[in-house]
Structure formats: structure tokens, C-alpha cells
């Protein structure tokens, strides 16, 4: 009888590998913004959040804030458009995602930034990624989930409510358009046991 002593943490493919970008599906947020949501893009990625974990060189950042220095809660990575990235899949994702949004986007996805965060306290503040381009342009941003679901919470910066898109392991979400512009995005804190979870967002050049 074989035994399977290694079990699957998350899911039940041992196989690593992206479905096809033709069944994802978009949602027009209002103000020229929009994303699009692909659950369950890559199938077998525990192997690929084990080795993120062990072997990406995760930074604990610290920021001023007020009088105060304090930790950043998730630890962070990035890789430059030229830098090799931690695993070849991502390479693979990275290229995928191009080529789909070739026409749309018109440049390709080039740097690949990191969070990990590991568990319910680590999260990521109100923000849309305005540093470059994304203050300006319309730009997109292709964020990859990996390990337990996490939400990501998106609301109009002029005000209104916000929403909630859970990611969960394997999952890709875009932010399109103007959404960097014209809604913020976080990743709340939770009260709830959570495991760890490690994103994985794509951006084009200049874009932060
Ligand atoms: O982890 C995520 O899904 C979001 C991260 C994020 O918004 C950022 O790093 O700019
Ligand atoms: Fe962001």
C-alpha cells in the first residue's frame, strides 16, 4: 500500500501548475476602476509556499510614524524587473499575465513585490500604490495569493462603502484601471486564527 506521508497543507494537487487566464472574470467598481478575479489559478502550491517561506530574504521594515518607530507589520521582498525571481512558476505568472493583458495594459508586468504575512495580526494599512505612476496613470496591479485566505478590502477614495474580496490559496486578483487612483486597498487585520499567507503582486515598470 503506498502511503502519502507528506500531507498537502492546503490543497490536494501535488501538481504546480496555472490554468488558463481566458475564465477570469471582471467587476467594474465605479470611477474608471476595476478587478479582475481568477480563484484557484494555480493548483499545487504548497511546495511553493514552503520554499517562499524558507527561502525569500524577508525584511522586517520599520517606519517612522509620528514620533514613533514602528515595525511594519509583514515582512516584505522585491524583485526588479532584472532580478531572478524566487521560483520559476513565478516566472511562469509573470509571463502569462503579459501576454493577457498585452493589448489592455500595453507594456509588460516587470517587478514582483513580497508580503508575508504570518498570521492575523501582520496586515497592510488604507493605501493604493501611488508611489510612480499609479498617482497618474491608469496602471494595473496583478496581486497572486498563496496560503491561508486573507482578505483584500477595496473602498472609493471619495467615500462609499467598502468591499471585501477573499483570497485564498492559489487565487490571482488585478486592480485595473484608475482603482489605484480612485480606491484604496488593505489587507484588514483578523481576529480570526489565521495561518500564514504570502502575496505575490506583479507591477509594470515604475509602478509602486
Ligand atoms: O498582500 C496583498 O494582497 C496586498 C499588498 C499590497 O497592497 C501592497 O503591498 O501594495
Ligand atoms: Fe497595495
Not at 487566464?21 to 476595476?34: M, N, P, T, Y
Not at 524587473?81 to 505568472?93: F, N, R
Not at 504570518?118 to 496581486?143: F, K, L, P, Q, Y
Amino acid at each position: 500500500m503506498a502511503m502519502h506521508l507528506q500531507g498537502s497543507l492546503f490543497d490536494q494537487s501535488d501538481d504546480l501548475r496555472l490554468a488558463p487566464l481566458d475564465g477570469i472574470r471582471r467587476r467594474e467598481l465605479g470611477a474608471g476602476a476595476w478587478i479582475d478575479l481568477l480563484p484557484g489559478w494555480l493548483t499545487g502550491a504548497d511546495e511553493l509556499f514552503a520554499r517562499l517561506a524558507e527561502e525569500v530574504p524577508w525584511l522586517a521594515e520599520r517606519r517612522q510614524m509620528y514620533e514613533q518607530v514602528v515595525d511594519v507589520p509583514r515582512l516584505l521582498a522585491y524583485y526588479g524587473a532584472d532580478d531572478a525571481l524566487p521560483h520559476p512558476v513565478l516566472a511562469e505568472a509573470r509571463a502569462a499575465l503579459t501576454a493577457h493583458y498585452a493589448a489592455e495594459l500595453g507594456e509588460p508586468f516587470a517587478t514582483a513585490g513580497l508580503c508575508y504575512y504570518r498570521d492575523g495580526r501582520d496586515s497592510v494599512a488604507w493605501h493604493g500604490d501611488r508611489i510612480g505612476r499609479g498617482a497618474r496613470e491608469n496602471t494595473m496591479v496583478a496581486i497572486l495569493s498563496v496560503g491561508d485566505p486573507r482578505d483584500l478590502a477595496l473602498r472609493p477614495r471619495r467615500g462609499g462603502d467598502s468591499l471585501r474580496f477573499p483570497l485564498g490559496h492559489g487565487d490571482l486578483i488585478v486592480m485595473g484601471g484608475s482603482c489605484q487612483r480612485t480606491w484604496d486597498h488593505a489587507v484588514p487585520k483578523s481576529t480570526r486564527a489565521v495561518g500564514p499567507r504570502i502575496s505575490i503582486q506583479f507591477r509594470p515598470q515604475g509602478v509602486r
